[in-house]
């Protein structure tokens, strides 16, 4: 099973997820109509870029936007969610050394202590996350299974891998579990809303595009739209 998972199923695995991620970006792309969506996406490329970039990087920052302020509960769940979700597949020095060993290249890595204190950050706000589903009835009448599947998904590795470093009962027992799970992941990934992982980024470009030429960028002059 660990020959198994290690070795063509990783690949599979991986490829899924990275080819999934690009084709869900393209078809993005190509859903985009200027006509329909109402931006000139490229009449004004210097305002949209501006307006695209300043509401990414104002989504990333904790509390960058007036939303994030107004919700600092899940502003705080959301990022001790997050940090962890994407710096550990990326940077924790045994997934580096495996990537090394299979695709011949390692990535920037972070030491244990930040590892661990990521991985357990990435357990509990999950656990708080179901808990806000469930408690606040705004976002309870908006809840489905589904929502609760994608949480166990994506927090699934962190669980076992948690159990797997920490050596708890059979160590290659949660190891094995722990491949599994993250494999499951990458999977699932572009066929389902984790595909936000890449789609994030195109919707805050396309709405920063459409604030920076139309509805903020050229307020005021002769623009007709
Ligand atoms: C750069 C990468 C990522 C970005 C920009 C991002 C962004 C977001 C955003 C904006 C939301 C919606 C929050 C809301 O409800 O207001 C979200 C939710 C979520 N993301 Fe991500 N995400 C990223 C990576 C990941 C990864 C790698 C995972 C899993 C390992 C993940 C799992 C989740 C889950 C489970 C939710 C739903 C939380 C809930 O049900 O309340 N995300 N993400
Ligand atoms: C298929 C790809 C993956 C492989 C082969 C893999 C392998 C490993 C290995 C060998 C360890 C070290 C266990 C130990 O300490 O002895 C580990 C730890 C861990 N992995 Fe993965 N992993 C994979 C994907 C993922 C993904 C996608 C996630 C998260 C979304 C993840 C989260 C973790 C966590 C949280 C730990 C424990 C971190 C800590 O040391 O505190 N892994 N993984």
């Known amino acids: 099973m660990h020959d ?28 985009l109509a200027w006509q329909l969506d109402r931006v000139a996406y490229r009449a004004y490329p210097g305002l949209g870029w501006n307006g695209a970039i300043r509401s990414v990087l104002s989504w990333l920052l904790p509390f960058g936007t007036s939303s ?9 769940l959301f990022f001790g969610f997050h940090f962890g979700a994407v710096l550990i597949p990326l940077f924790l020095v045994a997934h580096n050394l495996f990537l090394k060993s299979k695709l011949g290249f390692s990535l920037f890595t ?42 166990a998904l994506s927090t699934a590795p962190f ?35 984790l595909s936000h992982i890449i789609l994030f980024f195109a919707s805050r470009t396309q709405l920063g595009m459409d604030y920076g030429i139309k509805r903020g960028g050229q307020k005021g002059t002769s623009m007709v739209w």
């Open 110 to 151: 972070i030491p244990q202590l930040l590892a661990d204190t990521l991985s357990w950050m990435v357990v509990v706000s999950a656990l708080l996350l179901v808990f806000r589903r469930i408690a606040l009835p705004e976002v309870r009448i908006l809840t489905t299974a589904y929502d609760y599947l994608i949480i």
């Open 159 to 193: 669980i076992t891998g948690l159990l797997a470093r920490y050596e708890v009962g059979d160590y290659g027992f949660w190891l094995v579990m722990h491949i599994l799970c993250a494999e499951i992941l990458l999977i699932a990934i572009p066929f389902t809303k």
């Open 4 to 31: 198994f998972l290690t070795g063509p199923m990783f690949y599979v695995s991986f490829s899924v997820c990275i080819i999934g991620l690009l084709v869900r970006l393209i078809l993005y792309i190509r859903g």
């Open 68 to 76: 994030w302020r107004q919700q600092p509960l899940m502003t705080i």
